[in-house]
């Protein structure tokens, strides 16, 4: 039975450069189908074979640290065998608990599990201590603690009376496994939340202890891959492989890995790697290659990982309950993350912090984002290209619950493509780019923007950040062609949008995009608010708005062979409580458009048109 649309609310080859051949061999290798394939996604369940390595140490959670480890009826601790290994080697992980942080790794090695076992690396220890205090209030002596503050960057006269500074700090605590919320003092105490008192070292709970295993971060890091020599050794430039593994309760960040610049505390800035406007031929070769596989990051007080150097692949793992980012890549080329579930980051609500599930961040070319769930973000972006990128692909995603799905900042040239985009308060964001070119994506509830401002380099709050993505009068070139844009009831806003502040009107006159066509509109409401919004236009506020698409159509000469259906009544999609975005009925008088060449490429279609949208019409 097909379910009608809006029936319920929506929450939840030749001689090629290395380069271009890292792109062309991940979209020959993307999926014929130019939508979300359904997965599955996320980590699947394995049983790792011992690997042909150089030399195999196995650990466990109670190895013996004077063991050689190379034998498995006698493993040695996994802080052992991450001084001992050298490039080539693997670490072979028991099932259990390690109760570890702080590893340093430079070496190009692989660390795994043991066949079908589950380890588990936490940065936390079992608290079991307790001091009972008046009014249902218990403590304990605590030596791990890790306070901190906001960045440089951070503006208190803005988000001082929305985000207190206690949620800065990085401790976490957890009541059989459940996460508490940090509080400014004792009085403020309940079940659900804890205060750390950092000048006498204690942490304080409002929920009695007694019979419940609590835990508190004990590292704020699992593993830190230095470019610099460590246990002796000089890096050997290359990344680890991981599969298999989880990381959680970690205090900051789970994984590190180098770049040129050494990691950063929690108070510094940790992304300025490169300074200013670089090269990538100058930047990410520090640490290459890293690959992560069926791995599970959760609970990191402020993100999963930061990941620099090229070559970097992240696939079919789980990243959950982050802080400021989950997944944070930053001036690295020739990346790939695919499948992955990416869930509910800034879950402290921080405000001014600008968060984001996955940031591309600083100067990252060829980033490819294929195939991911983004989902469950309501306090915070999806996937952000931010600063200075170029030539990214953003294609097959399925984007649900945040504030703005694809958001793509500062940079040039990306295509976005097959993507379906559900309940955002914004499913694409285009800011002071160029090149940004959107094909054949769903959006339900979703809009789109397309935006320039005044920001340059002079004076701004970020310093040489601007510098390195178009200037002021380069921010255009955008393509908005064969998408599927569809509002439910009482949603009003408008689906399609571009703006400019009118102080700029008299400076840029050429639109923003080059081409907008052959997209599809469906509303279930009239409304009073616009189909269309258009800047910049003849007028004081720069910009207008259009009901219609002919309204639209006569103004701007775009959209020859766009349709609206507004009001749109009955069944649009096969089934949205379902998650089935195939449209369930070719709309009458919609056609299939032409599909631009470099959408067949990504996409894998092999027809030279398609109806509007991520999917094709269901079959009967």
Request: net charge negative; charged share 20%.
């Amino acid at each position: 039975m097909l379910m009608p649309l809006f029936l319920v609310p929506l929450r939840r080859l030749g001689r090629l450069p290395w380069p271009v051949l890292f792109v062309l061999g991940v979209l020959a290798a993307a999926p014929a189908a130019a939508q979300p394939s359904g997965g599955p996604y996320g980590p699947i369940p394995q049983s790792y074979e011992v690997p042909a390595a150089g030399t195999v140490y196995y650990v466990s959670p109670n190895g013996d640290a004077a063991a050689p480890g190379t034998a498995l009826a006698r493993p040695t601790t996994l802080e052992s065998a991450v001084a001992r290994v050298v490039t080539g080697d693997a670490i072979v992980l028991r099932g259990g608990t390690y109760r570890v942080g702080g590893l340093q790794l430079n070496q190009g090695i692989t660390l795994q599990p043991y066949l079908g076992e589950r380890p588990v690396l936490k940065g936390t220890r079992v608290a079991s201590e307790w001091e009972a205090l008046r009014d249902n209030v218990w403590r304990t002596k605590w030596t791990t603690l890790f306070p901190a503050g906001p960045l440089g960057w951070w503006r208190r006269e803005r988000e001082g009376m929305r985000t207190p500074l206690h949620r800065f700090n990085n401790d976490m605590v957890f009541v059989d496994g459940r996460l508490l919320k940090s509080a400014g003092w004792e009085g403020e105490l309940d079940e659900d939340s804890f205060y750390v008192d950092y000048t006498n070292g204690y942490v304080y709970l409002g929920a009695d202890p007694k019979d419940r295993l609590v835990e508190i971060t004990a590292h704020d890091i699992a593993l830190h891959r230095p470019s610099r020599p460590v246990h002796g050794k000089p890096s050997d430039g290359k990344g680890p492989t991981i599969r298999g593994l989880t990381f959680t309760q970690y205090a900051y960040r789970a994984i590190d890995i180098e770049g040129k610049k050494p990691s950063t505390t929690a108070d510094q800035e940790p992304t300025d790697d490169p300074v200013g406007v670089s090269d990538p031929a100058d930047h990410g070769k520090e640490v290459v290659g890293t690959t992560l596989e069926h791995v599970t990051i959760s609970f990191t007080s402020r993100v999963a990982g930061y990941f620099r150097g090229d070559g970097l692949t992240i696939r079919n793992s789980l990243v959950s309950d982050t802080g400021t980012e989950g997944i944070y890549v930053i001036g690295s080329s020739d990346v790939l993350l695919e499948r992955n579930i990416v869930r509910r980051n800034n879950i402290e609500q921080l405000t001014g912090y600008f968060p984001a599930a996955v940031k591309i961040f600083n100067q990252s070319y060829r980033v490819v984002v294929r195939d991911n769930l983004v989902i469950d973000h309501p306090h915070s972006n999806g996937v952000w290209y931010d600063v200075g990128n170029v030539d990214g692909v953003f294609a097959n995603n399925h984007v649900e619950g945040t504030q703005i799905g694809f958001f793509f900042e500062i940079s040039r040239d990306v295509v976005v493509a097959g993507n379906v985009f559900v309940d955002n308060g914004q499913g694409i964001r285009v800011l002071n780019s160029a090149g940004a070119r959107v094909y054949h994506n769903t959006f339900l509830n979703s809009p789109v923007l397309f935006d320039r401002n005044e920001r340059s380099a002079k004076d701004d709050h970020f310093g040489w950040h601007p510098q390195t993505g178009p200037d002021v009068d380069e921010r255009d070139g955008h393509v908005f062609e064969g998408n599927l844009l569809a509002a439910g009831p009482g949603f009003a806003k408008p689906l399609l949008n571009f703006e400019q502040p009118a102080a700029l009107c008299g400076q840029l006159t050429r639109p923003m995009t080059t081409r907008v066509d052959g997209n599809a509109y469906f509303r279930a409401d009239l409304g009073d608010e616009p189909l269309v919004v258009w800047s910049p236009a003849r007028n004081k506020d720069c910009r207008t708005g259009f009901a219609t698409l002919e309204a639209f159509r006569k103004a701007t000469g775009l959209e020859a062979q766009g349709k609206a259906w507004v009001p749109h009544e009955g069944t649009l999609f096969r089934s949205v409580e379902l998650r089935r975005f195939e449209l369930a009925a070719l709309p009458p008088g919609m056609q299939e458009v032409a599909v631009a060449p470099e959408a067949l490429e990504v996409l894998g279609w092999s027809g030279p048109t398609h109806v509007p949208g991520a999917h094709p019409v269901a079959q009967q």
